[in-house]
């Protein structure tokens, strides 16, 4: 069983910043595929970005030159560094790790979630 645990979310104007962690089982980061995904009100889960456990980054067009996946494996954290804000980033964040299929940003292909953390962003 891996534990997760997501903080960092806040209410941020238009081009602001937010640096989303979180803290997940020891080992986790080091072992697992992890990734961030986000959920709007009426919306599906949506895949932001992922790292596997070489570093190795991939990310969905919209977060790509804005978002940063990154993680500290000494403190078993994982980060999502967002620039430039929009509204439309507005969103629960959760943290998922395990994953179990070959679609890297597919939320039915990770085992593990936290609760989430919320994001606004106003204009």
């Known amino acids: 069983q891996v534990q997760l645990m997501e903080t960092g979310g806040g209410s941020v104007q238009a081009g602001g910043s937010l640096r989303l962690a979180c803290v997940a089982s020891?080992?986790?980061?080091?072992?697992?595929?992890m990734a961030w995904f986000r959920q709007s009100p009426g919306k599906e889960r949506e895949g932001v970005a992922t790292?596997?456990?070489?570093?190795?980054?991939d990310y969905t067009d919209f977060a790509k030159g804005r978002f940063t996946i990154s993680k500290d494996n000494a403190e078993n954290t994982l980060f999502l560094q967002m620039n430039n804000l929009k509204p439309e980033d507005t969103a629960i964040y959760y943290c998922?790790?395990?994953?179990?299929?070959?679609?890297?940003?597919?939320?039915?292909?990770?085992?593990?979630w936290g609760a989430g953390t919320q994001v606004t962003v106003s204009s």
């Open positions: 998922a790790a395990f994953r179990t299929g070959n679609s890297v940003l597919s939320p039915r292909n990770y085992k593990y």
């Open positions: 020891r080992g986790a980061t080091s072992g697992y595929n």
């Open positions: 790292i596997d456990p070489f570093g190795r980054t």
